[in-house]
């Protein structure tokens, strides 16, 4: 039987890994002033541009930065999911 791996939840102060999803294409270019997260430009069914950033972020400080961001680019945050903290990794 498999175990399951229990979810490292972050912490103020910790690194996690985060997925933010926006409406809108985002420049890959911009990967170095988002925490270096990685960004994948997607077609929605619906024929409406979406934009996935994936990756580590130093603590939630620079979650809020990253999130300040993307509000001055004027894309819209559909989403954002913690894929678990250091030990999730």
């Given at each position: 039987m498999k175990s399951e791996k229990a979810f490292d939840?972050?912490?103020?102060?910790?690194?996690?890994?985060?997925?933010?999803?926006?409406?809108?294409?985002?420049?890959?270019?911009?990967?170095?002033?988002?925490?270096?997260?990685?960004?994948?430009?997607?077609?929605?069914?619906?024929?409406?541009?979406e934009s996935v950033l994936e990756g580590s972020i130093?603590?939630?400080?620079?979650?809020?930065?990253?999130?300040?961001?993307?509000?001055?680019?004027?894309?819209?945050?559909?989403?954002?999911d913690c894929l678990g903290g250091p030990n999730n990794?």
């Amino acid at each position: 039987m498999k175990s399951e791996k229990a979810f490292d939840y972050p912490t103020m102060e910790g690194p996690a890994i985060y997925r933010i999803r926006v409406r809108g294409r985002l420049n890959t270019d911009l990967s170095d002033r988002l925490e270096g997260m990685h960004i994948l430009n997607l077609q929605r069914n619906d024929g409406k541009a979406e934009s996935v950033l994936e990756g580590s972020i130093l603590d939630q400080a620079a979650l809020a930065g990253v999130l300040n961001q993307l509000f001055e680019l004027h894309l819209p945050v559909m989403a954002v999911d913690c894929l678990g903290g250091p030990n999730n990794e």
